[in-house]
């Protein structure tokens, strides 16, 4: 049976060390076995579970509908509809994320070509980025830092 270091489990996925412990310490990844000197050995289930998962972070699934899609995985008995479901609602949160883009790509578009001439005072870049109430719409849903509309940092 073949054996894995967490190096080569991460140059084989693509996945960060760090990110390997993370999701082992998260139960997404079996905790492997270890050499007298403390090493992890993965086997060929573990690099094709972590495959998975960073497969399904790429699609941008959350960490708990991983662990519900991957204990689906490994019970190829049970009903696909609750896969189905899942991906539906990501299905829904990428369709949200795209509607805030659009509006943001309309905004920054009417910004950059605004054709303001003479000096920074009355540039209207520089106008909107100082006074949200300038803006179109609500910037909510953005990610960390984005603002409302009512000009409050969201988290």
Request: hydrophobic share 40%.
């Amino acid at each position: 049976m073949k054996e894995y270091s967490i190096g080569q489990m991460s140059r084989r996925t693509g996945v960060k060390v760090t990110t390997i412990r993370y999701y082992e310490s998260r139960g997404l990844i079996p905790s492997p076995a270890r050499t007298a000197g403390g090493q992890r050995r993965y086997d060929g289930a573990a690099l094709e579970r972590l495959a998975f998962l960073r497969h399904a972070r790429e699609l941008g699934f959350g960490l708990d509908d991983i662990g519900d899609l991957l204990a689906l995985a490994e019970a190829p008995a049970e009903d696909c509809a609750p896969a189905h479901a899942i991906a539906r609602k990501q299905l829904a949160a990428v369709d949200r994320r795209m509607a805030i883009l659009a509006r943001l790509r309309g905004e920054l578009a009417r910004l950059a070509d605004a054709h303001d001439t003479g000096h920074a005072g009355d540039c209207r870049v520089i106008q909107v980025l100082g006074d949200h109430r300038f803006c179109i719409g609500s910037h909510s849903g953005l990610g960390e830092g984005a603002v409302t509309s009512g000009g409050t940092p969201e988290s």
